[in-house]
């Protein structure tokens, strides 16, 4: 039987505490006991979208144990990344240009030692872009030992959706910073989202990433506003990609 810390006990007996990681350190309560279930062939990993989206893993790395996180840019910020990296006509170099950008996209005060910008495969629209921190497991027993040592600190909280003021750049404010290193991003003049027009879905019509039904501008200019017919009026027209955004980048 693992032992399991008090304070893990108190996490799991918790009704606030979500359930992926009562899984979690249900079957791992220490370190400890994560290192040795990786050592066995498990897989040892969590997922979680609790303030942002991001994955925690034990690997071994030349057979050392690592405890490895990823955090992932929220959902306007990625929306933002994905559309100038389909906008780009080459993904590798715009793959280069969005690892060299991630940080920029961060408040400039944020302390990223130890964090390394990554891409990692997949077959969706774009791969996916993080940040990632490894940390070796060897000298850790508990959790604990593990947060009070390596805590993910202001990284964790500008990436949060509830951050305001202090976050990760998004709209109009990204795309402009995406613009300045390269990428060339659009953003909509009337909605501030940005945009592509090679989207799968719909090749050469600009829409949002999430749009596979069609551009849906909230801004945009509707002739029955005043009318209250509703059944003629649209829910949503055309994106109005801003004039600035269609120059090439340098
Ligand atoms: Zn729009």
Redesign the pocket.
Same mark, same amino acid.
């Given at each position: 039987m693992t032992e399991v810390p008090p304070d893990i006990a108190e996490y799991l007996a918790s009704p606030d505490t979500l359930p992926e990681w009562v899984r979690f350190y249900r079957a791992y309560p220490t370190v400890t006991a994560a290192v040795q279930a990786v050592g066995n062939g498990e897989s040892v990993a969590v997922f979680t979208s609790e303030h942002t989206a991001y994955g925690q893993q034990v690997i071994l790395i030349d057979g050392k144990p690592v405890i490895e996180v990823v955090l992932y840019p929220n959902s306007q910020a990625r929306e933002a990344l994905v559309t100038a990296y389909l906008n780009h006509s080459d993904p590798e170099t715009a793959t280069a240009a969005i690892l060299h950008a991630l940080p920029h996209l961060l408040p400039e005060d944020i302390d990223l030692t130890g964090i390394d910008c990554v891409v990692e495969p997949g077959n969706g629209l774009a791969p996916r872009f993080g940040f990632r921190r490894r940390v070796f497991a060897a000298g850790l027993h508990t959790w604990r030992d593990y947060d009070e040592l390596h805590p993910l600190g202001e990284l964790y909280q500008v990436l949060s959706w509830h951050s305001t003021g202090h976050n990760i750049a998004e709209g109009t404010e990204a795309v402009s910073i995406l613009r300045s290193h390269g990428l060339p991003a659009v953003g909509?003049e +009337? $909605?501030g989202?940005p945009l592509t027009n090679r989207h799968p879905a719909w090749p050469g019509t600009w829409v949002c990433l999430a749009e596979e039904y069609g551009p849906r $501008?909230d +801004?945009f200019d509707d002739p029955f506003r005043e009318l209250h017919e509703l059944d003629a009026a649209g829910i949503g027209g055309p994106?109005?990609p801003s004039t600035s955004d269609l120059e090439p980048v340098t």
């Open positions: 909509c +009337a $909605c989202e $501008c +801004a994106h109005d």
